[in-house]
C-alpha cells in the first residue's frame, strides 16, 4: 500500500492507494477512531452499487457501525440541488447527526455530491472518499472541492471540504469503461506538464502498462499524481492562486464540454483537447519548442485522447472560454507551459492568436 | 466608533461599532480594497428594506461599484432551501461571481441565508454582515455559523463560513420591535453568565439606560458582547469544544422555541427561559449559590423577559431537548455555571433532576 499525505494543518488526511483496499474497510475505519455505532451514509450511483454494492455492504456487516447505502442515477444530473434536497431528507431519516460519518463512494460525481451535502449537513460531517473512477481517484477526490451544478453552470454551488481520508482501491478500474480510463489519463497527463517533467517521461515510457491497467505502474501513477495533487493543494487550498495551475487545458477543455453538452465529450477528453490549444499558444508565444509540443501530442495520442474539435463553431468557443468562472474582472488568464514541468499563469492572451489555435483544431 | 477583532489566521476581520456608519458604507467598502465596478448582491428583508433600503441606495449610488438589492420576505420561512435556489438564480442572473461581494443586512435570519448563499455560491463570495437587530448584532453576525433550516430541524442545512466585515450601526435600533431588543438581551445576558461578572454587573447597574437604548451605554454592551463571542470563536471557530459554551440556555430555549413554534416565542425569549433552567439544574448539582440564582433572574426580569414556560407539557419538552443536534451520541451535554461569569459542559444529568426543575417552570 502506499501513502500520500494531504498536508493542510487540522485539516491534513491520507490518501491510502492499493489494489484490495476495499477489502480491508473496516480497519481502515477503525484506525481513523471511527467508533463502534457510529451511524455511516453511504453515497453511490446506480452502476458503481451494482458492481461494488454487496462488497461493501459485506465489509460493512462485518463491523459494528450502523450504515445505509443511498443509490442516485449514474451521470452529471445527479450532481443537482434537487438530489441535495433527497439526500438530506435521508440524512435526516437515518438520524445522521455531526458525529457520523458519509462515504462517497463511485466518482467524480459522487464525490462532488456526496462531500456537498458532508459539507453543508449540520454546517459540517465527517466524511471518506472512495473514488472508484480514475479520474476521481488522481484527481476530484484529493483537494477538497466539492460542488453541484446549476442551470447556469457547471460546479455553481458548492464548498471546499476536506475529507478524512482517501482510499483508493486500484483493482476497482478492472470494471471502467475504456474511455473513462483515458479520461482520468488526461488529468495525469496534466499533471507531467505542469509539474514533473519526469513523470511525464515515465507516462511515455509506459504508455502501453498504463493503458493495460499494470498494477505496479498504475500503482506508481495514481500515486505521483496524488502528491502533486497535494502538494499544490497544500500551497493553496482555496484556489486565490497556484492552485489555478490545476487548470491547466481546462480552459478550453471547459467551453468545449459545455457546448457539446456534457455527456458528449467525457471531461477528460475535452482537456486533452484544451491541453493541446494551451501547448500550441505557449508555442506561439514562444514559451515552449516544436519538440515540447510534440512531445504532449504524442503522448495524449499514445493514451487514445482526442486532439481535435468536432461539429462546434469557432466564435462559440472563444465567447464561452470567457464566460468560464475562473475569469476574473472580464480577463481570461490561460494556464500556458513554459517547459514540460512548469507552467505560469499568463493573461491578456489576444483574441488573434486565440482564433488561430483554435482553427487549426477545428473539423 | 469601536473596533473589535475576530482573530482566526487568514480569516481573521473586523467588527465596526458606532452610530451612523451606515452613512459611511461607500468608504467602509473601499478601507476593505473592493475595487470600483466590483458587483455587490445586497440581500435584506422587506420590513428592513422599507425602513432602510432607500438609504443603502443611496449610499451605494455615490460609489463606483455596481449593486443590486434583493428582497426576501421578512421571518423565519426565508431561512429555507426553496429561498437559497431563488437566490442562487438572482446571483447567476447579476453576473455575480467570486470577485463579487455579498453583503446581509438584517437580522439574524438574512445573516444566516445569505451567508449561507456566500458561502456556497462558486465555492465561496466574499461578503460582509450588516446586521440590523439586536441579535444579530451581539451574536448572529459573528463567528460564521451560517445556515437554512429543513422541516426536520433548524439550521440543519449549513456552513462555517466567515465574513470580510461586520458593521454595526446603533441607529437601526431605533426601529426595532420591543420584542426583538429584548430577544438580544438574552444572549447579552448569556455572555455575562458564561464568560465575564464584572459585564454581568454592568448589566445590571444600568439595565434602565440599556432598555432606552442609551447609545453610549450600548455602544458598550455590544462591543463587549462582540468581544466575548469573537474570543470564544477565535479558540474553536468549529465549534469541536469550547464553542459550546454559546448554546448555555439553548438546549432547553431550542426545546421550547421547536415546540410551541417558531414565532411563538422570539429566539432570545426561549434562551431566558433555558438559561434560567440552566441555573437551577447547576443550583440542584451544587455548582452556584442561591444568590446566584436570584442574581440571574433578576436581570431576566429587569429585561422584561420570560422566565416561565407556557402551554407545553413536561414530556416533550425532555424529549425534544433529545434530539438536539449537539447530541452527541445520545448524551444530552448542558452548559452550566460555576459561577456568574464561568460555565462548564456537564453530561449525564439524571432525568429526575431536570425534571423537578422544568416542573417548577411549567404553567
Ligand atoms: N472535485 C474536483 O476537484 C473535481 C475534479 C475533476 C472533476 N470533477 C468532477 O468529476 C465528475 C466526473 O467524474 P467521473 O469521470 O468519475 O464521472 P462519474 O462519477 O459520472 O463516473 C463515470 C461513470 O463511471 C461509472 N463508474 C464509476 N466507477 C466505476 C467502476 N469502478 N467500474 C465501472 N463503472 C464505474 C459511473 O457509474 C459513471 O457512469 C464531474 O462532475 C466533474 O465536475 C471534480
Ligand atoms: N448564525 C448564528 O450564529 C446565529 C446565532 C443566533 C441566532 N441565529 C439565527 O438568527 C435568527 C433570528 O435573528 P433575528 O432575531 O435577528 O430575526 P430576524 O432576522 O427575523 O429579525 C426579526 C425581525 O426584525 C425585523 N428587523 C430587522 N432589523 C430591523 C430594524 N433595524 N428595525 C425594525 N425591524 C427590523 C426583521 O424584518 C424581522 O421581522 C434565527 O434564524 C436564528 O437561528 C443565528
Ligand atoms: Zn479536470
Ligand atoms: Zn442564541
Redesign the pocket.
Known amino acids: 500500500m502506499e501513502l500520500v499525505g494531504v498536508d493542510l494543518e487540522e485539516r491534513s488526511y491520507e490518501i491510502k492507494i492499493g489494489a484490495g483496499l476495499l477489502a480491508n474497510l473496516g480497519q481502515s475505519l477503525i484506525d481513523l477512531d471511527i467508533k463502534a455505532g457510529t451511524k455511516i451514509l453511504i453515497i453511490t ?4 452499487n451494482d ?2 454494492g454487496s462488497e461493501i455492504n459485506q465489509r460493512l456487516e462485518e463491523t459494528d457501525f450502523e450504515f445505509k447505502i443511498i443509490v442516485v442515477p ?3 444530473k ?2 443537482s440541488l434537487n438530489m441535495t434536497k433527497v439526500l438530506y431528507d435521508e440524512a435526516v431519516d437515518f438520524g445522521l447527526d455531526r458525529s457520523s460519518l458519509i462515504i462517497a463512494f ?7 455530491l456526496a ?1 456537498f451535502i458532508a459539507a453543508t449537513y449540520m454546517r459540517g460531517v465527517p466524511f471518506i472518499q472512495i ?6 481517484q488522481v ?9 453541484v ?1 446549476h442551470e447556469a453552470g ?2 455553481l454551488i ?1 464548498a471546499f471540504y476536506q475529507p478524512e481520508l482517501v482510499l483508493i482501491d486500484l483493482e ?6 475504456q474511455r ?1 480510463v483515458r ?2 489519463l488526461a ?1 495525469v497527463i496534466k499533471y507531467g506538464v505542469i509539474w514533473d517533467k519526469e513523470f511525464f517521461n515515465y507516462l511515455q515510457a509506459n504508455h502501453k502498462e498504463i493503458k493495460e491497467l499494470d498494477l505496479d505502474v498504475l500503482a506508481k501513477v495514481i500515486q505521483r499524481s496524488c502528491q502533486i495533487k497535494a502538494e499544490v493543494v497544500a500551497k493553496d487550498e482555496k484556489e486565490l492562486g497556484l492552485r489555478a495551475i ?1 487548470n491547466y487545458g481546462h480552459t478550453i477543455g471547459h467551453a468545449i464540454e459545455a457546448l457539446a453538452g ?1 455527456g458528449e465529450y ?3 477528453e475535452a482537456v486533452a483537447i484544451g491541453m493541446i490549444s494551451a501547448m500550441e499558444l505557449a508555442y506561439k508565444l514562444d514559451m515552449v519548442t516544436k519538440e515540447e509540443v510534440e512531445a504532449q501530442t504524442e503522448l495524449i495520442n499514445n493514451f487514445g485522447l482526442p486532439t481535435t474539435i468536432n461539429k462546434l463553431r469557432l466564435d462559440q468557443i472563444i465567447s464561452k472560454t470567457k464566460q468560464d468562472k475562473k475569469v476574473k474582472d472580464g480577463e481570461v488568464n490561460f494556464i500556458l507551459p513554459n517547459s514540460i514541468g512548469e507552467v505560469e499563469i499568463v493573461s491578456g492572451v489576444k483574441n488573434e492568436v486565440l482564433t488561430e489555435v483554435l482553427a487549426k483544431q477545428l473539423r
Open positions: 450511483d446506480k452502476r458503481v458492481l461494488y449514474e451521470g452529471e445527479s450532481k463511485g466518482g467524480g460525481v459522487i464525490g462532488d462531500g473514488p472508484t473512477t480514475l479520474l476521481a484527481d476530484s477526490s484529493v483537494g477538497g472541492k466539492t460542488a451544478n457547471k460546479n458548492g476497482v478500474l478492472n470494471t471502467l469503461d473513462d479520461s482520468g488529468e490545476l456534457y467525457r471531461h477528460g
